[in-house]
Nanobody
Framework: QVQLVESGGGLVQAGGSLRLSCVASGRTFITYTMGWFRQAPGKEREFVAAFRRSSGYTYYADSVKGRFIISRDNAKNTMYLNMNRLKPEDTAVYYC???????????????????WGQGTQVTVSS
């Protein structure tokens, strides 16, 4: 089992920045993918960004590329989502997710993630 706890959401003006945190605990895996997803009211949960442990690569949705960056603190078992130049359309509940299988090419598919955090609200005002 893996437990994920997100924090760092809040209200910010357009053009501002926020940093979300996801702390992982529980079972240790050699390879995994950790991802960020978001869900706006009335919309499906969508992929935002991911990190694959096996390759060390990070991946981003086109809508956030160049504005959002994943960073990690392995000593704290924490993954961060650094969000810059925020837009009102970034408003959503943001979720951290964990995939212990880590198959190539699946990082954007929410169905492959077995573990999810409770979510943290991000609201960007115009």
């Amino acid at each position: 089992q893996v437990q994920l706890v997100e924090s760092g959401g809040g209200l910010v003006q357009a053009g501002g920045s926020l940093r979300l945190s996801c702390v992982a605990s529980g079972r240790t895996f050699i390879t995994y993918t950790m991802g960020w997803f978001r869900q706006a009211p009335g919309k499906e949960r969508e992929f935002v960004a991911a990190f694959r442990r096996s390759s060390g690569y990070t991946y981003y949705a086109d809508s956030v590329k160049g504005r959002f960056i994943i960073s990690r603190d392995n000593a704290k078992n924490t993954m961060y989502l650094n969000m810059n130049r925020l837009k009102p359309e970034d408003t959503a509940v943001y979720y951290c997710a964990f995939d212990p299988v880590d198959l190539s090419g699946t990082y954007g598919n929410r169905l492959v993630y077995d573990y999810w955090g409770q979510g943290t609200q991000v609201t960007v005002s115009s």
